[in-house]
């Protein structure tokens, strides 16, 4: 996605996108030898997203109150950590949020980011998930309100942020959601690419819900980080055509 970017906008010989797996235990070592070794930046996925913005000499307001870092930015001899998940999902909705009652689901990595920038955009957000506590803490810290029993129908926004369908899990066995009980009108939107449409997706659409999947989500906040190591305007369409293939 971001080498098709790059390519879009001729900058391909210069610049180059790569993936770089590093376990646990080695994050701060090789984070550490990037800069010099020519590095502009970095996008950080899971689970080293705590560890980046532990890592950090700036953080931004964003980063530090999500908790994580998911792009990084290697100037002047200090290390920038920032995340764009959360503007990302704000990007890829068809319209603002502002004043629409919202169903997050998940309190995870994801989770975070989507309550902190649904609260941030004015929405009323209520948080479901498996384990209790973790929504509990979650919207202690950042806001929204834990919820155990989700009226579905009374949403106006729907955002799964767990994990399920991921491994081919039925979310309508695992989430607190009937696969009839979507309504035009609805946004829904499902974190989790790979499947697309997942089974989320394809049972809203099929109720009349718009739909917003994960690659949207994924192309939105790539986009945004491609202008904070570049300072150029992403070219969102080479962006989607690369991330699906
Ligand atoms: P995480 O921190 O590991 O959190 C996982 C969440 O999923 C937790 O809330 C967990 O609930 C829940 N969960 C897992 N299995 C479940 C099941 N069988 N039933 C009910 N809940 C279940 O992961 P994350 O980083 O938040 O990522 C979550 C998903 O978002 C992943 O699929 C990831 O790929 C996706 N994601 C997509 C984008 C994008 O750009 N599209 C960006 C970030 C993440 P418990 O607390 O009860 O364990």
Redesign the pocket.
């Known amino acids: 996605m971001h080498n098709a970017a790059l390519a879009e906008l001729g900058m391909a010989g210069e610049w180059g996108y790569e993936a770089i797996d590093v376990a646990p235990g080695g994050f701060e070592q090789r984070l550490g030898a990037m800069p010099r070794q020519g590095f502009a930046g970095a996008n950080v996925t ?1 689970p080293h997203k705590g560890a980046a913005l532990a890592i950090a000499d700036l953080l931004s307001e964003t980063a530090r109150e999500i908790g994580a870092a998911n792009t990084l930015t290697f100037a002047g001899g200090e290390i920038g950590a920032d995340n764009t ?1 959360a503007a ?1 999902l704000l990007n890829a909705l068809p319209a603002s949020p502002a004043g629409k009652r919202a169903l997050v689901l ?6 975070r980011a989507v309550v902190w920038a649904l609260v941030r955009a004015g929405a009323e957000v209520e948080v479901w ?3 209790e506590l ?1 929504s509990r803490n979650l919207c202690e810290e950042l806001g929204g309100r834990p919820v155990p029993g989700p009226d579905q129908g009374a949403y106006g926004l729907i955002v799964n ?4 369908g ?1 491994r081919g ?1 039925d979310p309508f066995e ?2 607190p959601l009937a696969a009839g009980a979507f309504a035009p009108g609805q946004v829904v939107m499902d ?3 790979g499947a697309e449409p997942t089974r989320l997706l394809a049972a809203a659409r099929e109720a009349g819900a718009a739909v917003v999947d ?2 949207e ?2 192309v939105q ?1 790539g986009a945004l980080s491609f202008r904070i190591w570049t300072g150029r305007e992403a070219p969102l369409d080479a962006m989607r055509a690369a991330a699906r293939g």
């Open positions: 899971v998940d990302g998940g309190a995870g990595g994801a989770a998930n498996r384990t973790r942020s767990t994990a399920v991921l899990e695992e989430l974190m989790v690419y994960g690659i989500i994924l906040q």
